[in-house]
Structure formats: C-alpha cells, structure tokens
C-alpha cells in the first residue's frame, strides 16, 4: 500500500508578502499617470470652455459691433451703475436663453428678483478642476448677507474694462497679441481672507454700494503674476499646473506658464500698446 501526498494550492505567506509589495509598486507608478492624464482632460475642458465664450464673444461682436462691458459700473463718485457684465450679455450665446430671460437689466444684480438668480450656478463659467464650492456665502456692508455662484474666468482690461465698447478695428497690437480673457481661482473665504470669485453676472450692485465679492475684470499686472497668490483677487490663476487659460481676442485659447516673463504678460493685457510680443505657450 502506498501512501500519496496532495499538495494544497495556494500562496505561502512569503509568495503573499512579495505579491502585496509588486502591487504596491505597481500602484505607486500607475497613480501619478493617472492624476495626470485626469488633470490634463480637465484641462482641455477648461480650455473648450473658454474658448466657447470667446467664440460667444465674437458673435456679440457681430450683432452689436463691439465687445460688452466689462461690467457696468462707475466710481464710488458717480452714479450707481447696474454692475451687470461680460458674462451676463454672453447668456443668449451660450445657450442660457432660460437664465438671460429672468433678469431685469433695469436693476442692479443684486436687487428685487435679480437677487436670486445671481446664485444659480452655471456650468459653462466654472472651471472643471475647481475646488472652490459652486455657491459662495457673501455678506455685504450694508445690505447684508447674500449667495453669488461662483466661477472662474475673467475679462482681461485691454478689452473687457468697466463701461467699455472696445472694437476689433481698435486692438491695433493683433488680436492674436492681445488677451481677452483668463481664469482666476474661486476663493470661498475663511479667517485670513474674503470671498471673490469671476461670477457671470459681473459686479455685485445693490441700490447704494458695489460688494467686491464678485470681481469681473483684471487688469495684467507685472505687479500680480499668473498664479501669484491664491488670496490676492487681482491675480489670474487657475487650480492647473505651473499655469492658466486665457482667451485671446481672436477667439483662440492658449495655456500661458506662471513663469512668462513679466513685460510679455503685461504687453498682452494692452490693446494698442505697440509692443511686439511673441507668447511662450505650454
């Protein structure tokens, strides 16, 4: 009679710990590529995005033979303007008739029935890598606390300025030298700083003060870099790496480093500056 031995399968405790530790491994290498091809497609939307409105942008051109405003609204020594602005008169170009028709042009933003609608989000402003909250809680200084929807582009000053009608015919730098438009991070507050975000309806306007929660223009300043500061509101930044979208006023959408030297950056802001630039894209 013989006596037959049946080995069992399965790992031994040492095949196990190596099995553990490759895997480990593997994981290690595999979830940067992966964060990084996630970064990279939320990126590409931003830019499709921007360039959407930038394309909106020409299409307001068309009809009214100019670019919008900026924002309507004026020094604290003239009259109270509205504070609608850029994002606002885009509405009916980017397929938000619905939102556009529940707005009194005829107030401020922040008044009667207008109140409410500048806190309803809109998708299309919003930069997908954003990790700001989509609604910000605000309080002003005399009219008290209110909601804005937070969003992330902003109109750049050499086109998009408060009260302006600027045409194509006047950016005489090239529009393909010019920026129109950028991101700007959401800043939702805490205990070293306030709200600001680029909200589509431009500045908040109450019937007797603006609230700078809602920041619709900047101005490219050697003095404010790309990506500066997440606290300072007169910086473009965006949540991307080592740089932002802008939108230039041909409508075309390029990534421009936080490292682009100064006087270029500063150059691109103007419209009719005379400068020759050449933009170092990434």
């Not at 031995?5 to 979830?31: D, H, N, P, Y």
């Not at 902003?154 to 529009?175: F, H, K, N, W, Y």
């Not at 870099?225 to 041909?250: E, K, W, Y």
């Amino acid at each position: 009679m013989s006596v037959r031995f049946v080995r069992q399968a399965g790992f031994t405790l040492i095949e196990l710990i190596v099995s553990i530790a490759i895997i480990g491994v593997l994981a290690a290498l595999l979830i940067p590529a992966v964060q990084s091809s996630r970064d990279a497609a939320r990126r590409t939307i931003c830019k499709n995005q921007l360039h959407q409105l930038g394309l909106a942008l020409h299409m307001y051109h068309e009809v009214h033979r100019c670019f919008p405003a900026g924002a309507y609204v004026m020094g604290p020594s003239f009259p109270m303007q509205t504070g609608w602005g850029w994002g606002a008169m885009l509405l009916p170009y980017i397929e938000q008739n619905a939102i556009y028709k529940q707005i009194n042009f005829d107030l401020g933003t922040a008044i009667g029935t207008n109140l409410p609608v500048i806190a309803m989000p809109i998708a299309a402003f919003r930069c997908p890598s954003e990790i700001g909250p989509t609604v910000i809680n605000c309080a002003a200084i005399v009219d008290g606390p209110y909601q804005l929807a937070a969003g992330n582009y902003c109109g750049s000053e050499g086109i998009l300025s408060p009260m302006s009608c600027v045409r194509i015919a006047q950016v005489t730098d090239g529009t393909s030298q010019t920026l129109m438009l950028g991101e700007r991070i959401v800043q939702p507050g805490g205990l070293s700083s306030l709200p600001f975000v680029s909200a589509w309806c431009g500045q908040v306007a109450f019937a007797d003060e603006y609230d700078l929660r809602s920041v619709p223009t900047l101005l490219p300043d050697p003095n404010h870099p790309i990506n500066g500061s997440l606290t300072d509101p007169n910086c473009f930044g965006s949540r991307h790496q080592v740089g932002a979208n802008f939108v230039l006023a041909d409508g075309s959408c390029q990534f421009l480093n936080d490292s682009i030297d100064l006087q270029v950056f500063t150059a691109l802001g103007t419209p009719s500056g005379g400068e020759t630039v050449t933009i170092d894209t990434q």
